[in-house]
C-alpha cells in the first residue's frame, strides 16, 4: 500500500460550521505534514508531525487544529473558518523527518470552500 | 529573495521537442532536491529525486548545481502527457519541503 488517503474529497462549509478533514497512510512513514494550495500556487506548509508530535506549526491561524491520534492517522479540525481559507488541503507522508532524500507522498487533497 | 525559484512560463512546445527548465534555490545548506510533476487539480507526484551526480529516468534527466545553486530537468521527445506543472522542490533539512511557483507546460500536437 503506497497511498495516502484523504477524506472527504471535496468539503462545502459555513463559517460557524466545525468539520475535520482526515488523512491515512499505511506505509509506516514515520512523518505527515499538512499543506495548503490556492488556485495557480504552490503548496504551502501548515503543519509537520514526527512519530505522532507536534514538530512545526507555520505560525498557522488557530481556526485550524491539527491532530495525531496515532502513526497512520492526521486529522485537521476545522473552526471558524473565513472565506479566504477556501483551499485545496494536502496531507503528505515521508519516512521520517531525518531522512532527507525521501521525497514526500502526497495524498489526493481535500478541496475545501466556505461560504 | 524566495527560497526556491522557478520560471513560471508557460511553456508551449510541440510533441517530440526537448524541453528543459531549470530552478534556484537560496540556502546553501540544502539537503536534498526534487521534481514533482502536478497535474490540473490533481496532487503533485513525485518525478524524480535530484542527484550531484546528475541522474535519468527514460526520457527524464535531472542535474544538481551545488556550486551555483541551481536544478534542472530535461525531457526529450516530449509526449501530450508530459503537460503539466512540474514543481521544483527544496528539502531545507529543517523538516520541511519548500516548493518552488512551479513551471507550466503544455505539449502542442
Known amino acids: 500500500d503506497t497511498e495516502v488517503t484523504q477524506t472527504p474529497k471535496h468539503l462545502v462549509m459555513g463559517m460557524t460550521n466545525k468539520k475535520s478533514l482526515k488523512c491515512e497512510q499505511h506505509m509506516g512513514h514515520r512523518a505527515m505534514y499538512w499543506y495548503k494550495q490556492k488556485a495557480k500556487k504552490p503548496p504551502e506548509l501548515m503543519f509537520v508531525y514526527s512519530y505522532e508530535k507536534l514538530s512545526i506549526n507555520e505560525s498557522v491561524p488557530s481556526r485550524f487544529s491539527p491532530e495525531c491520534p496515532n502513526s497512520s492517522l492526521l486529522n485537521l479540525h476545522l473552526h471558524a473558518l473565513q472565506p479566504e481559507d477556501s483551499a485545496l488541503y494536502l496531507c503528505?507522508?515521508?519516512?521520517?523527518?531525518?531522512?532527507?532524500?525521501?521525497?514526500?507522498?502526497f495524498g489526493s487533497g481535500t478541496r475545501l470552500t466556505v461560504v | 529573495r524566495k527560497e526556491v525559484e522557478q520560471d513560471p512560463g508557460p511553456f508551449n512546445v510541440p510533441e517530440g521537442a526537448t524541453v528543459a527548465f531549470n530552478c534556484t534555490y537560496s540556502?546553501?545548506?540544502?539537503?536534498?532536491f526534487f521534481w514533482y510533476r502536478q497535474d490540473c487539480r490533481k496532487e503533485p507526484k513525485l518525478l524524480m529525486s535530484v542527484y550531484s551526480s546528475g541522474n535519468e529516468d527514460g526520457r527524464f534527466t535531472a542535474q544538481l548545481n551545488r556550486a551555483s545553486q541551481y536544478i534542472s530537468l530535461l525531457i526529450r521527445d516530449s509526449k501530450l502527457s508530459d503537460s503539466a506543472t512540474y514543481l521544483c522542490?527544496?528539502?531545507?533539512?529543517?523538516?520541511?519541503?519548500?516548493f518552488g511557483q512551479g513551471t507550466r507546460l503544455t505539449i502542442n500536437p
Open positions: 503528505a507522508s515521508s519516512q521520517a523527518i531525518d531522512r532527507a532524500s525521501d521525497g514526500y507522498t
Open positions: 522542490v527544496v528539502n531545507l533539512g529543517a523538516q520541511k519541503l519548500v
Open positions: 540556502n546553501s545548506a540544502s539537503q536534498s
